[in-house]
């Protein structure tokens, strides 16, 4: 999962560039090889096309969403933004973060982190855990990362 506002896609879309359109053999995530959807949520219109050809190259297992929020709004007028857009895949998400093979990398405005843990709480709460507490066994496992500024 990349959670990314603006500019924090960055390193994300470094990764993913190396690895769906320049020669390397030995640089393949997992995912793009196991037949497994992936979410990504992004916020920078520069590089819908760019997101879109990757997409095209691995249908099966590579998603895009985009959560633009001076262009888009939820069904109840919202602004779009990354976590009204997760708030659609709730239970999806949820279901992904219980598995030791999913791995978040957040990084962007700090605003979005809040907005992602509310959403979090009430999933969590739902399976009778706290989700501070296992946000915290997450990141000790390496797999809920943070860069937000």
């Not at 507490?133 to 943070?146: P, R, S």
């Amino acid at each position: 999962q990349q959670l990314a506002t603006g500019t924090g896609i960055a390193p994300f879309r470094s990764f993913l560039w190396k690895m769906f359109f320049e020669k390397h053999d030995d640089y393949k995530a997992t995912w793009l090889t196991e037949k497994k959807p992936n979410l990504i949520f992004v916020v920078v219109i520069n590089y819908l096309q760019e997101f879109d050809k990757m997409k095209a190259k691995a249908p099966e297992n590579f998603r895009v969403d985009y959560a633009i929020s001076r262009e888009q709004a939820n069904d109840k007028g919202e602004k779009m933004y990354i976590q009204t857009r997760m708030a659609q895949y709730a239970p999806e998400l949820w279901e992904l973060l219980k598995k030791d093979n999913t791995f978040v990398y957040m990084c962007g405005l700090k605003g979005m982190e809040k907005g992602i843990d509310d959403i979090m709480v009430s999933l969590a709460a739902n399976d009778g855990i706290d989700w501070f507490d296992y946000k915290k066994q997450l990141k000790k496992a390496e797999q809920w990362n943070v860069e937000v500024y």
